[in-house]
């Protein structure tokens, strides 16, 4: 059975930093690629980040280019995004995704299974 658990969100000012986490299942985790995507408020789901099955290869949206980074632990089944210099406009509800398949995707809809959401919220 395919599950996503993410951890990590919370209150942040601007200008701090949270570490997101999300534990994968070991058949899921195996065998896909994986990705952050990010809801904010009254507003379609949008990608944020994505790794390949061998994390050599990693993407990012341009708002978070340079303030996020996406890395994956293949031993624990595990994939993170370290989120530093947040701002306001970052604020969303964060969602791990799984991809089956060796690359990354940076659409959305490429993804075929998804976290329950972690909720990020960044006072200015």
């Known amino acids: 059975q395919v599950q996503l658990v993410e951890s990590g969100g919370g209150l942040v000012q601007a200008g701090g930093s949270l570490r997101l986490s999300c534990v994968a299942s070991?058949?899921?985790?195996?065998?896909?690629?994986m990705g952050w995507s990010r809801q904010p408020p009254g507003k379609e789901r949008e990608f944020v980040a994505a790794?390949?099955?061998?994390?050599?290869?990693?993407d990012y949206s341009d708002s978070v280019k340079g303030r996020f980074t996406i890395s994956r632990d293949n031993t624990k089944n595990t994939v993170y995004v370290q989120m530093n210099r947040l701002k306001p406009e970052d604020t969303a509800v964060y969602y791990c995704?799984?991809?089956?398949?060796?690359?990354?995707?940076?659409?959305?809809?490429?993804?075929?299974?998804w976290g329950l959401g972690t909720q990020v919220t960044v006072s200015s």
């Open positions: 790794i390949s099955w061998t994390g050599g290869t990693t």
């Open positions: 070991k058949r899921t985790f195996s065998s896909s690629a």
């Open positions: 995704a799984a991809r089956p398949g060796w690359d990354t995707a940076a659409r959305v809809y490429d993804y075929a299974y």
